[in-house]
């Protein structure tokens, strides 16, 4: 039998998005508030030649199989970083939505680097895997860790956010993504000057810990919405369609175009889905759950190649 391990990781929204200055290696200095939600890429590694790539489920037929996939140059990272000579077969399933602003190819990134460690057997420490992350993406050092935490920086550098109690997320889902560097540079134009340096609301990191959503409800903010939105108008009627909702606050995840809103408790959210649904604004709507655990192994199979 070959080998094969089976690695899964999460999605994440932004409850908090700061954004400043654009610095000159065209990223942004950010203040975020990620957390991981259950909503997950799985990511099988089977011992290949070379590195190849597969994708199911939601949006696979817009995904690359390529070299410009972030799962592949995850597993061509760790390969060079540890001289290994084996290669990879990656079968992704995907959950979380494609370009939709909550780090799915992140998610496969982070997936790989754990995945092909194991299979590979290259024994990396958490953080060199981390550091790894790091240079694919700014978002894939989140999807490593999971539940709660503060970015800065790019949003790669991370602190675990002391945060109690389960969220209530209903995600309205577009199946045509928005490109990140597009909401950027619309961000840019409509911040010519010169701009503070981000920040997280210390209350927000109080509401975290008190595990009341309608604490947290007033505190949520994304500063890349009027860009999101500018790019992709029809996002105002799906925040419009949260706002007449029994949902306690609305905004987009990361940069869109997926819309998220907080519900007070699962009755609630059951409520939310259903109208979100009757609006029909969406092209998919979701409940789902955060904090969620980071890139995980659910399986293995160890082959006889050994
Ligand atoms: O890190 P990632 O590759 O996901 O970022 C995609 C693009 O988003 C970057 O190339 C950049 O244009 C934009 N970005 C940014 N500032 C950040 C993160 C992303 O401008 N902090």
């Known amino acids: 039998?070959?080998?094969?391990?089976?690695?899964?990781?999460?999605?994440?929204?932004?409850?908090?998005?700061?954004?400043?200055?654009?610095?000159?290696?065209?990223?942004h200095r950010l203040a975020t508030v990620f957390q991981a939600v259950s909503l997950y890429e799985d990511v099988v590694a089977r011992d290949g030649d070379d590195i190849q790539v597969s994708v199911t489920?939601?949006?696979?037929?817009?995904?690359?199989?390529?070299?410009?996939?972030?799962?592949?140059?995850?597993?061509?990272?760790?390969?060079?970083?540890?001289?290994?000579?084996?290669?990879?077969?990656?079968?992704i399933h995907k959950q979380v939505p494609t370009a939709g602003g909550m780090g799915g190819g992140s998610a496969d990134a982070a997936a790989t680097l754990l995945a092909c460690d194991l299979l590979w057997?290259?024994?990396?420490?958490?953080?060199?895997?981390?550091?790894?992350?790091?240079?694919?993406?700014?978002?894939?050092?989140?999807?490593?860790?999971?539940?709660?935490?503060?970015?800065?920086?790019?949003?790669?550098?991370?602190?675990?956010?002391?945060?109690?109690?389960?969220?209530?997320w209903v995600l309205a889902i577009s199946?045509?993504?928005?490109?990140?560097?597009?909401?950027f540079s619309e961000w840019d134009q409509q911040n010519p000057g010169p701009v503070p340096e981000p920040t997280i609301d210390p209350r927000l990191m109080q509401a975290l810990l008190s595990a009341d959503p309608w604490r947290l409800a007033p505190l949520m903010v994304n500063e890349l919405q009027p860009a999101a939105v500018a790019a992709r108008p029809e996002l105002d009627q799906v925040m419009g369609a949260f706002l007449r909702s029994p949902a306690i606050a609305?905004?987009?995840?990361?940069?869109?175009?997926?819309?998220?809103?907080?519900?007070?408790?699962?009755?609630?959210?059951?409520?939310?889905?259903?109208?979100?649904?009757?609006?029909?604004?969406?092209?998919?709507?979701?409940?789902?759950?955060?904090?969620?655990?980071?890139?995980?192994?659910?399986?293995?199979?160890?082959?006889?190649?050994?």
């Not at 799962?71 to 290994?84: C, D, K, N, S, V």
């Not at 199946?175 to 909401?183: E, I, K, N, S």
């Not at 659910?298 to 006889?304: I, N, T, Y």
Request: hydrophobic letters at 45%.
């Open 1 to 27: 039998m070959t080998a094969s391990v089976h690695v899964r990781a999460p999605g994440k929204i932004n409850i908090a998005l700061r954004v400043g200055a654009r610095e000159a290696d065209g990223y």
């Open 57 to 91: 489920g939601r949006q696979a037929d817009q995904v690359p199989t390529g070299p410009e996939n972030l799962a592949y140059r995850a597993a061509r990272l760790l390969a060079e970083a540890t001289g290994t000579q084996r290669g990879v077969q990656l079968q």
């Open 121 to 168: 057997q290259t024994g990396l420490a958490r953080e060199e895997l981390g550091e790894l992350a790091a240079e694919l993406g700014a978002d894939v050092p989140f999807a490593l860790t999971g539940q709660t935490a503060v970015g800065v920086g790019r949003g790669d550098v991370l602190t675990p956010a002391l945060a109690r109690g389960r969220y209530t």
């Open 175 to 183: 199946h045509r993504g928005l490109a990140t560097p597009q909401v």
């Open 250 to 306: 609305t905004t987009i995840s990361g940069s869109g175009p997926t819309v998220i809103g907080l519900a007070a408790d699962a009755v609630d959210a059951n409520e939310i889905v259903s109208q979100l649904t009757a609006a029909a604004v969406a092209d998919e709507v979701l409940m789902v759950h955060g904090p969620a655990p980071g890139a995980r192994l659910v399986a293995s199979v160890m082959g006889e190649a050994d």
